[in-house]
Nanobody, 125 residues
Framework: VQLVESGGRLVEAGDSLRLSCVASGRTFLSSTMGWFRQAPGKEREFVAA????????YYADSVKGRFTISRDNAKNSVYLQMGSLKPEDTAVYYCAGDISPRGVIVVSAEAYDYWGQGTQVTVSS
């Protein structure tokens, strides 16, 4: 499965931005999909995830109430709608897929089996 992210760019604090991730292959349909981010000099961190049929989502505390994850299985796509952006949201954002049938969302990057190349989001103050 290949993932291609898009939508990252330079924005100002308080702005909104929507990231997209398009997947190739049918594995996407049964995968839990997550967004992670990595700022310079920091560890990659979990942002949000949605399970295969969209009836369960989970967010990091740092983005809860500001970001919304969604997916469109007909388009093999997952999205991250980001609002009230802050300078500390600046990072490379990665889309990732977890093919395990564990039935729960996990936040560990090690649990995810395939990754996109990332898209840069920069929030200026």
């Amino acid at each position: 499965v290949q993932l291609v992210e898009s939508g990252g760019r330079l924005v100002e604090a308080g702005d909104s931005l929507r990231l997209s991730c398009v997947a190739s292959g049918r594995t996407f349909l049964s995968s839990t999909m997550g967004w992670f981010r990595q700022a310079p000099g920091k560890e990659r961190e979990f942002v949000a995830a949605v399970n295969a049929n969209s009836d369960n989502t989970y967010y990091a505390d740092s983005v809860k109430g500001r970001f919304t994850i969604s997916r469109d299985n007909a388009k093999n796509s997952v999205y991250l709608q980001m609002g009230s952006l802050k300078p500390e949201d600046t990072a490379v954002y990665y889309c990732a897929g977890d093919i395990s049938p564990r039935g729960v969302i996990v936040v560990s990057a090690e649990a995810y089996d395939y990754w996109g190349q990332g898209t840069q989001v920069t929030v200026s103050s």
